[in-house]
């Protein structure tokens, strides 16, 4: 029952500090501006352009307001399906924040290996990041998607705003961050709340 609890608690760990690492990739228009220094696709919008659709893009993702007339039509039919993805981690999310709850304030003491199980699990996953062209290509999107529309052509909004260079610096982003997160939920939980020992 101890593993079943401990893997619980991990899993749970694992998604909500994933979740907490995503939102500000989806959200600030600071990253979107950012990954423009590793393409040069950003200078058929101007910064300004950027700026504007990417805030209109965060603001779209959370049903405050329709996409912009500036937008292409393919761009806005694999956002419709980029939301209703985002809905469902949404609840995943939720979920596991209230799985996490539960565990932790039944034994504090499982947030230390929850966060050192958490780790080796995201540091597992750095694999994706040397591989990360076939990775996006054959796996992420064949199994979320469809449709070709992902596949952006020469002058879409999203093939100036998201060029494979963001998402492959997203997944960078996404894993350290989380990474740092479950190291700090290690260290943390095991030094306030040492696993008891029976």
């Not at 696709?41 to 352009?49: A, E, K, P």
């Not at 494979?164 to 960078?172: E, G, M």
């Amino acid at each position: 029952m101890r593993l079943l609890f401990t893997s619980l608690t991990t899993t749970a760990l694992l998604l909500v500090t994933l979740a907490l690492a995503l939102l500000p990739l989806i959200f600030s228009t600071s990253w979107y501006s950012y990954n423009c220094n590793f393409h040069d696709r950003c200078n058929n919008l101007g910064s300004n352009g950027v700026e504007q659709r990417s805030h209109n893009m965060g603001r779209y993702f959370l049903h405050l307001e329709p996409l912009a007339a500036s937008w292409d039509a393919r761009g806005s039919a694999h956002l419709e399906e980029v939301r209703e993805i985002y809905k469902v981690l949404a609840v995943v999310a939720l979920i596991a924040v209230f799985v996490l709850s539960i565990m932790l304030v039944q034994d504090p003491s499982r947030l230390g290996p929850a966060g050192k199980g958490a780790l080796f699990v995201l540091l597992a996953t750095t694999i994706i990041i040397p591989l990360f062209g076939p990775f996006w290509d054959k796996v992420f999107h064949p199994l979320l998607f469809d449709n070709d529309l992902w596949r952006t052509r020469p002058g879409e909004v999203l093939w100036n705003l998201t060029p494979r260079v963001f998402f492959r610096n997203s997944a960078v982003a996404l894993i350290a961050s989380s990474v740092l997160l479950n190291l700090l939920a290690w260290q943390i939980g095991g030094r306030v709340w040492p696993k008891a020992t029976h």
